[in-house]
């Protein structure tokens, strides 16, 4: 597919083309999504892009929320519930 590098740069790029793109090891065929440049199974630097598509399961999400200065001194800081509904 694209010769792009196996990057972060590269997956934010593919996702601004709304394409869930993962690399594969062309040695094992282990999948890795964000994408890896080298196999942390077997060790091997050749991978090839591949789309992922379909249906999956959300395993885990962070929320980090850091105020800028002014906003910390209004009162705005992270022990302020900013979403009290969640
Ligand atoms: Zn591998």
Redesign the pocket.
Known sequence: MAERPFNDISYEQFLNEEKLMGSR?K??G?LFVPPRSI?V??Y?AEMEWVEVEGKGKLAAFTCISVGPPFMIAEGYDRNVLMFPEL
Do not use: E
């Open positions: 090891c040695k094992c282990t196999c199974k077997c091997a």
